[in-house]
């Protein structure tokens, strides 16, 4: 019974929400289970054949994902940000109106879209719902995601209020879709590869507030589980061109001629470019009620020598870098720049757990987004690394 197989200690930290069946589909990330047979948990992906955990027909899981419903009017819930503006172009592509919601004005206008743009914060319950008026689909961009926050408070207020207003607010107009951008960061310093069955174990508040939200967009779906969709999608680090991230303060520091490798480079990197982002989003909005979770990875992920070299190359440069500096080194230079951020109360861009972060393995499983849908990136991993060069560094 699959109860019984609920009490591996491996899914001991998973909060049940709903009884034991929404337990269940926030493990698996599909719900409901097929009608007839046997329901089991499968491991990295849905079980085929009669015994399948879900009825792949109406689902739209397994070899193709359906997402030819209707067109929407959707809310774009940041969608003046570095994925909210792609992605409103794409939904317009596909014939969705959409309507912005953020506290900064889009950077569209003059770019023909059929967009509407309301001021909102997430925290104002009372915005949002006004905002949402007639509004079919909901995308939830809007996060507190800098490591370095303060007050440290606006991680919950943004994070995890901010959910809380939206599924009120999406109660209040009667939304019965919301797609929430969560981030592979619930899963902490987990083991490497990690799939969507990987139980939460954040190591910072960024992680903490958005493996919360994900439980409070559950309990959400649970109130009508019949009738309606929550799709959780959890990116990796995303790059593309104007972002001020930190694939950015990686290219500059090549493109400068500053860059120092940190170890011996062998460590590995998931990265998302932002278009393929964008357009997974688009591409799984639609569909059945449901609970869908899923990681989203360009692969393959690059070594940090790879990734040095395959940029040095973009700028014309000699591939190799001839200057590294040791692991321990590198973590008394972050100690000491913590000290000194904190006697000075200034951010400092080295760190120990930037450090750390860098020379770290950070790979993620994102089978489940390729398999159980039929989306193929549009823009393959190396050429959205030269386009962001290209449009940045040239």
């Not at 007050?151 to 107009?173: F, H, S, T």
């Not at 987004?369 to 959205?384: E, K, N, R, S, W």
Request: glycine share 8%.
């Amino acid at each position: 019974m699959w109860e019984d197989e609920l009490r591996n200690p491996a899914f001991a930290n998973i909060e049940a929400l709903g009884g034991a069946d929404l337990l269940r589909l926030l493990i698996v990330g599909d719900w409901p289970p097929a009608a007839g047979g046997e329901a089991r948990l499968a491991t990295g992906q849905a079980v085929k054949g009669e015994s399948s955990m879900m009825d792949t027909s109406t689902l739209g899981v397994g070899g193709t994902h359906n997402n030819a419903s209707r067109l929407r009017s959707v809310c774009n819930i940041g969608g003046s940000g570095f994925i909210g503006t792609r992605l409103t172009r794409d939904l317009c592509a596909r014939g969705n109106k959409v309507r912005i919601l953020d506290i900064v004005e889009p950077k569209l206008a003059g770019d023909g879209l059929d967009i509407e743009y309301r001021r909102a914060d997430v925290r104002n319950k009372t915005a949002l719902e006004a905002a949402m008026a007639n509004c079919e689909t909901i995308v939830n961009l809007a996060a507190a995601h800098r490591d370095d926050v303060r007050p440290r408070r606006l991680y919950d207020e943004i994070n995890v209020e901010g959910a809380r207003n939206v599924c009120e607010a999406a109660e209040v107009n009667g939304i019965d879709t919301i797609l929430f951008t969560s981030s592979v960061a619930v899963y902490g310093t987990a083991s490497e590869n990690a799939n969507e069955m990987q139980p939460h174990c954040p190591c910072n508040d960024y992680g903490r507030t958005k493996s919360e939200a994900e439980r409070v967009y559950v309990s959400w779906h649970a109130r009508n589980s019949s009738g309606r969709r929550l799709v959780i999608v959890r990116p990796t680090v995303v790059f593309g061109p104007g972002n001020r991230g930190n694939v950015y303060t990686l290219l500059s520091q090549v493109a400068a001629g500053r860059f120092l490798m940190v170890g011996d480079g062998s460590n590995r990197k998931s990265m998302a470019y932002v278009d393929n982002v964008s357009g997974f989003i688009s591409h799984v909005l639609n569909g059945p009620p449901g609970i869908h979770v899923y990681n989203y990875v360009d692969k393959p992920d690059l070594s940090m020598n790879e990734l040095v070299s395959l940029v040095r190359a973009s700028l014309d440069m000699h591939p190799r870098v001839s200057v590294t500096i040791p692991y321990w080194l590198a973590i008394a230079i972050g100690c000491s720049c913590d000290a000194l951020a904190f006697a000075t109360r200034r951010s400092l861009p080295v760190s120990r757990v930037r450090i750390e972060k860098f020379c770290a393995n950070t790979v993620f499983s994102a089978d489940r987004a390729f398999t159980q849908t039929d989306f193929l990136p549009p823009v393959p991993l190396h050429i959205g690394l030269r386009q962001t060069i290209a449009a940045d560094f040239r």
